[in-house]
């Protein structure tokens, strides 16, 4: 089978690109397993070496992704340089310390009468073969977060990319694979039964990022199988800005987070919360703002049919609730082109403001005060980001600390997920998931635990039983609660208790 697709741009066909079977999943994933075992023993240098091979490869050979990623989801140059092409070494570079560090051994300071002779240490070893289902808005750069922790961790990985970005996800993995050993890394191309597919195979782990409903699809699988996975099932993020704004940075940011790649983006700026005593000038900032940026220079389409309708359906739902149509608002160019809105006057039970969007649309809720702006955050059935925006950074830090978000950031919005060291993490229908920081390490890694003891006699709690045992564990509990009246009895219950075992066999 094939995949049949069209550019966002024009409409034009793509070259077709052949499916992977679902009856070979189960023989690759047995193949990146075997590989898995060959790449888990080299030396972590080494890992870090091959993988930084790759990544210059793909610094120099960054003009064919930019093509690519234009051609398949439609992405402008620039974006698609900064956001996809630009990034892969030097994130790499952030992932090498922070996962050599949580593969060192960490030793456990045992209590030497409760555990007399021993010693033991957790260390971090890979899960195996991790299964990777991607979205199509960042058919490269959203790949870092997996691929990386988990090569560097000693994972083979199987990436499934989205259906509508398969040739932009396929370049990345190909250079990783090109560096690494045979089936270590491999693309799973097809649509979503293919994506279930690989799911239901013998995989270890899998990471996740889409849908609210696929995504609970994928945990009942991966429950029901016992492995473990993360993930993310996209956002509603409000952007709260307050009165003491700097206003014309504010706006600036505003137009950046809720139109870069056509707000296709989990942590795009979905709706503004304003206080209505700068609603005016913002609002008529942000339209001259949003007028002046050119389709297909500043501004992608939509990157398939699909979304178009479902912005379409939100913004004449708004309009038809009483929303204020300040600009946009209908289709524009030779492709899937969307004009930059802004809706005014919105309110909570448009879907505009309560579902996720993805598109280049910006409604605006007007609020009295900051507890009202935080009410209608944490209203929401959403909880991946949120920003602050505010002169008053110790305000605007309180306020960050009541939102009921993952990711808070003031004056600016969405960094995080180009931030190795900082988690990318919602609540509620955004997932449980978590992409970067340590904290996303026991997705691709499990801890193994080791104990040593060199005792050469038996514990005095070994069979059989008997009443100095009996004695000995009051003793014991006396001597935790401070009564150390009775403490003397300990080696000489100790002592008696080893002369019983001995006796017992025959020692």
């Known amino acids: 089978m094939v995949l049949s697709r069209q550019s966002p741009v ?5 070259p077709a690109l052949p499916t992977t079977e679902a009856n070979r999943l189960p023989e690759m994933v047995e193949s990146a397993r075997t590989a898995h075992h060959v790449w888990s023993r080299q030396r972590f240098e080494a890992r870090v070496g091959a993988l930084r091979r790759a990544c210059r490869a793909m610094l120099a050979d960054r003009a064919r992704i930019i093509a690519l990623v234009r051609r398949e989801v439609g992405k402008v140059e620039a974006d698609a340089l900064f956001s996809e092409a630009l990034g892969p070494l030097e994130t790499l570079n952030h992932w ?3 996962v050599q560090k949580a593969l060192i051994p960490a030793q456990v300071r045992l209590n030497p009468i409760s555990f007399p002779k021993k010693s033991g240490w957790s260390q971090l070893v890979p899960r195996g073969v991790v299964g990777i289902i991607a979205p199509w808005n960042f058919p490269v750069s959203g790949l870092y977060r997996s ?3 988990a090569l560097l961790m000693g994972n083979a990985i199987l990436v499934k990319p989205s259906e509508y970005a398969s040739e932009s996800s396929r370049w990345f993995v190909d250079h990783l694979a090109a560096e690494l050993p045979p089936d270590l890394a491999r693309p799973v191309i097809g649509g979503p039964e293919i994506g279930q597919a690989l799911v239901r195979t013998n995989i270890d782990a899998c990471a996740f990022t889409g849908s609210v409903p696929t995504g609970r699809r994928v945990q009942v699988e991966c429950a029901q199988r016992g492995v473990p996975c993360s993930v993310e099932l996209g956002g509603k993020d409000f952007a709260v800005v307050l009165g003491d704004c700097a206003l014309d940075r504010t706006i600036a940011g505003l137009t950046q987070w809720s139109l870069q790649n056509a707000g296709q983006a989990c942590g ?7 206080d209505q005593a700068i609603a005016e000038p913002l609002v008529s900032g942000l339209a001259i703002a949003f007028r002046g940026l050119r389709l297909g220079e500043d501004l992608a389409p939509l990157a398939n ?7 379409e359906a939100q913004v004449k739902d708004a309009l038809q609730k009483g929303a204020q149509l300040v600009c946009g608002g209908e289709r524009s160019g030779p492709g899937l082109g969307f004009l930059p809105t802004i809706l005014d006057h919105c309110t909570e039970d448009m879907a505009v403001v309560r579902q996720e969007t993805f598109g280049p649309v ?3 809720l007007r609020v009295p005060n900051a507890y009202e702006a935080t009410k209608l955050v944490n209203r929401s059935s959403f909880g991946l980001t949120a920003s602050v925006w505010s002169e008053d950074v110790e305000r605007a830090k309180k306020l960050a600390d009541r939102l009921e978000v993952g990711v808070v950031t003031i004056n600016n919005h969405a960094l995080t997920g180009a931030i190795p060291e900082l988690p990318w993490a919602g609540t509620k229908d955004s997932g449980p998931g978590i992409a970067n920081s340590v904290h996303a390490l026991n997705t691709f890694g499990r801890p193994k635990a080791i104990l040593v003891d ?6 005095p709690f070994w069979l059989p039983y008997d009443q100095d045992l009996v004695e000995l564990g009051h003793r014991l509990a006396d001597a935790q609660l401070g009564r150390i009246l009775k403490a003397y009895r300990i080696p000489i219950l100790l002592r008696r208790r080893a002369e019983a075992i001995k006796r017992h066999f025959g020692w």
């Open 10 to 14: 024009d409409l034009s066909p793509l």
């Open 96 to 98: 090498v310390p922070m």
């Open 147 to 149: 691929c990386f922790p």
């Open 268 to 274: 795009a700026i979905e709706v503004a919360a304003v």
């Open 305 to 311: 049919e699909r979304q178009l309708e479902v912005v």
């Open 362 to 364: 910006l409604p605006i």
């Open 454 to 459: 060199e005792s050469k006699g038996p514990e």
